[in-house]
């Protein structure tokens, strides 16, 4: 075994087996079509030239209470021809708020600042997520952990699938994190995957924390007190519609 005891047995080992990743993939689904009631957590990793530029759409289904891959894009850029950052990257950004309820976009704010701040002007909620070696580690671990435990739903994305293989997991001071195996391979689609899920979790995790109270994090009217206060505008409601009709 290759991860034992949440230890990885060397400094740097195949991060994922094909036989995981391949057991996560539904061969019944495809990228989701546009629903409003889908909510979405989207994360970007940007690669301009040498690169690629992954954006990857995930849910957190709360029926099956697993993750589930909604949405996959890749842009290649190469040198002379860059990835368009306004019209590729901002572009399917804002087509998926459009067709999904996107609950926010996970970004490195290196090379995609500006683009960052054209989307939140345009309604749509940024969170930044510089790529820092803590964050590394957590998106990391928490990917291996879904795939491993069967707790990620995948459609078949030829791309997508090549870049989490194409990851080996590299120790740390601080833990392991996924990295390239080779520097001709590209892992984006992996980062962006690891981030978005992340993010699914994450805001699951707020959800849950702040149920009680109706603070940030969660939508007032699931929450309790949301609840609480929904209930009481409809009995005033009503006993105003009963002072009318007696008079």
Known sequence: MRFHLNIWSSNKEIFISKKDVEACIDPNLFPALPDKKIKIIVAVDIGLKHDSTGIVAVEKNLFLNKIKLINVKKFQGRPGKEVDLEEQVEGHIKKLNDDFDLVEVRYDPYQFKRSAQTLEKAGIRMVE????????????????????????????????????????????????????????????????????????????????????????????EDSVQGFVNKTIDEINDRRRGWDRFLG
């Open 129 to 220: 997520y510089p790529q820092t070696l803590d964050r590394l580690t957590a998106m990391s671990q928490n990917l291996y952990d879904l795939i491993r435990g069967r707790n990620l739903i995948l459609f078949d994305d030829p791309d997508l699938k090549k870049h989490i293989l194409s990851a080996q997991a590299k120790e740390s001071t601080r833990g392991w994190r996924i990295i390239k195996r080779e520097t001709s391979k590209k892992i984006d689609l992996a980062i962006s995957l690891a981030m978005a899920c992340q993010g699914a979790v994450e805001l699951k995790e707020r959800k849950q924390a702040s149920a009680y109270t109706g603070e940030e994090g969660i939508e007032e």
